[in-house]
């Protein structure tokens, strides 16, 4: 049973660029959060899809959005990368309706420079 | 806005002494709260979790407690091994379900042989 798996795992990028990451859930989850850990602190909520849909978003501007696709993968993208934007980029498993449980990924650790 | 509060932000503790960290949550909706252990490098691992229909839950050296009346609940360690020693994170949410999950600062705990 394949757990939560995000690719890539490392990533440099350079100011102003774009950047995919990308999440396939737990086997029999249907449901896709993202969240943000900066150096030496919690996660914090950037969105989940669900039915291919954005259900709930954080406080993040308009530069980070997403998608799911029908096999309930999803992608994280975020543009006009700025220095802030560097931190551990973690993706979340759960099946949404039926349990409270969520499943962390290994995440993406961004680099902006 | 949602809030979740967690102290100590450090703690060390002799082997096979107890440890016990404690989070205070500012939505009265708030229903579940789960609890994280990540090791260096690695993904947050849900260790625990209680829901707000429960005042407490045990799974072996581990126990998690919930007061919602001073809306705070805490995570015990028993007989502590040198492997417990990671960052903890607690966490809240609400609705039903796998929802946003609004995470404390993290304590960093370290068992002293």
């Known amino acids: 049973d394949a757990g939560v798996t995000q690719s890539p795992t490392h990533l440099i990028k350079t100011r102003g660029q774009q950047v995919t990451l990308r999440c396939s859930p737990k086997?029999?989850?249907?449901?896709v959060s993202w969240y943000q850990q900066a150096l030496g602190q919690g996660p914090q909520f950037i969105f989940q899809?669900?039915?291919?849909?954005?259900?709930q978003r954080g406080n993040f501007p308009d530069r980070f959005s997403g998608h799911q696709f029908p096999n309930y993968s999803s992608e994280l993208n975020v543009n006009a990368l700025l220095l802030g934007d560097s931190a551990l980029y973690l993706c979340?498993?759960?099946?949404?309706?039926?349990?409270?449980?969520?499943?962390f990924g290994p995440g993406t650790r961004l680099t902006v420079t | 806005g949602e809030n979740v509060e967690q102290h100590p932000s450090t703690l060390s503790v002799q082997e096979g002494d107890s440890a016990v960290i404690k989070c205070t949550y500012s939505?009265?909706?708030?229903?579940?709260f789960p609890w994280y252990k990540q090791e260096l490098g690695k993904r947050p691992q849900l260790i625990i979790d209680i829901r707000s229909n429960v005042g407490e839950k045990k799974d072996q050296r581990i126990a998690v407690t919930l007061n919602k009346t001073a809306k705070h609940f805490s995570l015990h360690i028993t007989e502590t091994q040198p492997e417990d020693s990671a960052v903890y994170f607690c966490?809240?949410?609400?609705?039903?379900?796998?929802?946003?999950?609004?995470f404390g600062q993290g304590t960093r705990l370290t068992i002293n042989p």
């Open positions: 979340a498993s759960s099946k949404r309706t039926s349990r409270y449980e969520q499943y």
């Open positions: 899809y669900y039915e291919e849909e954005e259900r």
């Open positions: 086997s029999g989850h249907d449901t």
């Open positions: 939505d009265s909706a708030s229903n579940y």
């Open positions: 966490a809240a949410s609400r609705g039903k379900g796998a929802q946003k999950l609004v």
